[in-house]
């Protein structure tokens, strides 16, 4: 097939507009904003009660595909994994459109999970194909068109629903549409000749961090030693000592021994473990937060008897997190100094939204509450992710992370949420992810128990 083969064109527009289309109409899904009362609906009559049965899935899945499938995105060169993707947002729509009953929306959430595992291949797959000085400019095009899209989604989903009335169900099949069409556009993607680790090709450019899946990020700070520089430094002296002592003759073998080796560097340092622990737990209650915050809402305002603005809510709350990560990126601010103060502010300030929409039984106000929390979140992470690496180290540190996230979400899923656990409604569930960012605040190690102490009187 003609659209497997290499492009021989070397320019960086081509595969930057395709892959940004790829992004775009893969999030353009009116659908997402509304899945809870979708399900409830009469389309599926799917009762909030076994939920537990079926979002945990996509935990599970996740967990369980992601680091082979970060192994095989760059062994493959990135495309058949982006290909991969495409193929999972459409079977997961068709099994949302056409699917009934608990078996089928469990199927769905495996491979909703594939979706979230091969998301890595989108962000990396511009590194193989452009050249080092356009990476940032790239980096920026293709995370703003996916917020762009989702916004544009979320607000359609509610002019849709508020002012034609449309059911739920053609927003399901909107996005079915929507998620074809970005599966096309995958086909014609340039097949990338590199990858970063096993099929690298040896240059002495170090090429510059990118700015990371949520943010756009400043440049380091010249007018002081960043604390991350002995990492720089380590990473880079990493580098050149290999090429000097033997390889294991074997590529993926040299691969994985270059992988440990970075790691170890890299985690070394007591600034970056900190950090990335920090980073591991407040995207795990994220994460658990995005899961199931529509169930919250329509437990505080059933969507059968209530009129609902959830798309609306996820577009402010989406184009408020990029705002907020934008003016992180731009306002310089020395975050060596600051970053822990920072830190310690915001997770204060998500935690007390969770606060808010765990004990509010206004659902203007839990909305609110989810607004705030999305934008601390999104700008905390800005702030996190400011470290001085290569794109290489980079990319490693943060799928690394990404992993240890997934443990914690999965423990914290097993223990409140699925039903061979606790099976705890979702109103309670909150007070458990309100513990997760208390306990990362870095000058409050112990406030959890607290927490925990006083939700529980409160709850009695």
Partial sequence: MNCCRTSPSHSWVFPTVNLCCFGFFSMMKPSEPFVIPYLAGPDKNISLSITNEIFPIWTYSYLVLLLPVFILTDYVRYKPVIILQGISFIITWLLLVFGQGLRAMQVLEFFYGMVSATEVAYYAYIYSVVSPEHYQKVSGYCRSITLVAYTAASVLAQLL???????????????????????????????????????????????????????????PQTDHKPVYQEIFTLSRNQDDGPLSTPKPGNVTLRVFVQWFQDLKGCYSSKHLFYWSLWWAFSTAGFNQVLNYVQILWDYKAP??????????????????????????????????????????????????????????????????????????????????????????????????????????????????????????????????????????????????????????????
């Fill in 161 to 219: 629903v508020s002012l034609a009335n449309v059911s739920y169900f053609y927003l399901n099949v909107i996005s079915l549409a929507s998620v074809c069409v970005a599966f096309l556009f995958s086909l014609f993607l340039p097949m990338p000749k590199k990858s970063m680790f096993f099929h690298a090709k040896p240059s002495k450019e170090t090429p510059p961090k990118p700015p990371g899946k949520d943010a756009f990020l400043e440049e």
């Fill in 303 to 460: 969507s059968q008897s209530s009129t609902i603005y959830n798309g609306a809510v996820e577009a402010l709350a989406t184009f408020g997190g990029a705002l907020a990560a934008f003016t992180a990126g731009c306002v310089k601010v020395n975050w060596d100094l600051l970053g822990e103060l920072a830190l310690a502010i915001f997770s204060a300030a998500d935690a007390g939204s969770l606060f808010l929409m765990h004990y509010t039984t206004n659902i203007w106000v839990c909305y609110a509450g989810f607004l705030i929390f999305k934008s601390s979140y999104m700008l905390l992470i800005t702030i996190a992710i400011a470290v001085n690496l290569s794109v290489e180290r980079y990319a490693l540190v943060f799928g690394i992370n990404t992993f240890i996230a997934l443990v914690i979400q999965t423990v914290i899923t097993v223990a409140v949420v699925d039903n061979q656990g606790l099976g705890l409604p979702v109103s309670i569930q909150v007070s458990a992810y309100l513990c997760v960012f208390i306990d990362t605040e870095p000058a409050s190690p112990s406030a959890c128990d607290s927490a925990s102490l006083s939700v529980s009187l409160m709850n009695k």
